[in-house]
């Protein structure tokens, strides 16, 4: 670690160790009715109790601190390369990404980060996990700004707060309003809760399936059409008999992950649910003529060192999505609202 290092972690120390313990924030957090998704998944995050007069085990002013530290930190420890600083800060999903990002470049992209917009469940002192997600604009370096969800964990009494899930809204795409209560605190909904129009724990599965089933499979009158949905499917019959024609195989499968699943009930009745998916992409040559050259993707050939290779390219990539449900009932299927990924698996023979 260089000195430039220390000196600036040593800066944030006081705020990394505050958010760690929990400590009430100086200043009030911004709450809005626009919000992203928390339910729970693999751990558990633990759904909201009914309101109640007891402290809530995250208050508003805390996941604020939280909020900052971590950002914050993430900000130094991709300027200075420290990549196994940036991975203790992050787990599930997030972590994956995280680490091909350090891998991937140089230098990892860094990120000026907005006011976050607070949805914190009101949950019970002592249940864990504990967990809550915001909404927060994400400017690069080229000055672009995306709307970004974010949602962090704390798996038990003496973990750290990390950040599990990173996913950005699509250009033009607002949230659903969250419903709060009078003291401005969301409503989890466990992950198996059967009082939407899809229980969120179905979400990765159903869109897996339109995915790879497209407007004519099972899950299409479930999951409303769109890039990362139908899109895929087509995308695949459209590549799919360029490569066989050149004597390989191509195929893309899409499956839910372990990783936890969030959820908070909207003002409509229904849900925004946060969740991961992953997808397997496998070219292979099959015939004589396509041996050694099989072809490599631009964006992995860091991780392959060349723009083909003998025999078989395996990628899988880490996707996290937002998805709005709508109430039980309803007739208009469940939409993709957000959605960010990357490669994360590279392997090759």
Not at 98 to 110: D, I, L, N, W
Not at 142 to 164: H, I, N, P
Not at 306 to 315: E, H, Q
């Amino acid at each position: 670690m260089t000195r430039t290092m220390r000196v600036a972690l040593a800066s944030l120390l006081p705020v990394i160790l505050a958010a760690s313990a929990c400590s009430p924030a100086a200043q009030a957090p911004r709450t809005a009715a626009t919000s992203p998704a928390a339910a729970t998944g693999s751990p558990t995050p633990t759904p909201s109790p009914s309101a109640t007069v007891e402290s809530p085990a995250v208050t508003l002013e805390e996941a604020a601190k939280i909020v900052r530290a971590i950002l914050q930190t993430d900000d130094v420890v991709r300027d200075q390369g420290v990549e196994s600083y940036a991975l203790t800060q992050t787990r599930d999903a997030q972590a994956e990404i995280t680490a091909t990002a350090f891998q991937s470049a140089e230098k990892p992209s860094r990120y000026t980060w907005g006011e976050p917009t607070l949805l914190v469940p009101r949950m019970e002192q002592d249940r864990f996990p504990y967990w809550f997600a915001a909404v927060v604009e994400r400017r690069d370096a080229r000055g672009d700004s995306r709307t970004a969800v974010l949602s962090f964990m704390k798996q038990y009494e003496y973990s750290r707060w990390q950040l599990g899930f990173t996913s950005l809204l699509y250009p033009g795409t607002s949230l659903p309003a969250v419903t709060l209560d009078p003291q401005g605190y969301a409503t989890a909904l466990a992950t198996r809760d059967d009082s939407t129009a899809i229980s969120p724990h179905l979400m990765a599965p159903l869109h897996a399936t339109i995915a790879e089933e497209g407007p004519k499979g099972f899950a299409a009158s479930l999951i409303a059409a769109g890039p990362q949905t139908t899109g895929y499917f087509t995308e695949v019959q459209r590549v799919r008999p360029d490569y066989k024609r050149r004597g390989f195989l191509y195929d893309s499968l899409f499956a839910a992950t372990a990783f936890p699943i969030y959820a908070l009930r909207t003002t409509d009745g229904g849900a925004v649910v946060l969740y991961s998916l992953r997808r397997t992409t496998l070219r292979e040559a099959k015939a004589k003529q396509a041996t050694g050259l099989v072809p490599v993707p631009k964006n992995v050939r860091w991780a392959v060192n060349g723009v083909v290779v003998p025999r078989m390219l395996r990628l899988v990539e880490t996707q996290q999505y937002v998805g709005h449900v709508p109430r039980k009932g309803a007739a208009e299927p469940a939409t993709i609202i957000g959605f960010d990924g990357i490669t994360t698996g590279v392997s090759f023979k």
